[in-house]
């Protein structure tokens, strides 16, 4: 069925007005304008989450880099040689054969003797000045005797 030309005239002139009307700078300059704010905004969103993004990016990397190194010191804790080196070491286990030396704490030894003979000091320093002990006759004394 054909169509009045009317109507196809009507329609056309009706699309020419809103074409005028949107290619006029009434309309299309402002829609340009916003797209355009929209866009940079838009773009510096996507800038700054690209930031956060390498951000988050390097903590996984250390956060993972930590988690190795705590299974890493997990399976070294889980070992039959940790167990053994801690019970030497925290009990005072030894191995057959083995024989443990304790040495005495000089500056209570150092202390004692000091309250007992301070009348003793007094002669010493006024024939030899204060001079500290080398460690070997500190050694020699405890082993040997003085």
Request: net charge negative; proline share 5%.
């Amino acid at each position: 069925m054909p169509r009045p030309a009317r109507l196809d005239k009507k329609r056309a002139s009706i699309f020419r007005q809103l074409f005028s009307f949107f290619s006029s700078g009434k309309v299309f300059f402002p829609l340009f304008l916003l797209f355009t704010f929209f866009l940079v905004q838009s773009f510096f969103r996507i800038r700054e989450r690209s930031g956060q993004l390498d951000l988050f990016e390097d903590e996984v990397s250390a956060l993972r880099d930590k988690v190795g190194e705590k299974l890493g010191d997990l399976e070294y804790r889980s070992s039959s040689e940790f167990v053994y080196k801690e019970a030497l070491e925290q009990l005072g286990y030894t191995r057959p054969g083995e024989v443990i030396v304790v040495l005495p704490d000089f500056e209570k030894e150092k202390e004692k003797t000091d309250n007992g003979s301070q009348e003793d000091e007094e002669d010493q320093s006024s024939q030899n000045p204060a001079e500290p002990v080398p460690n070997w006759k500190k050694w020699r004394i405890l082993f040997f005797g003085s």
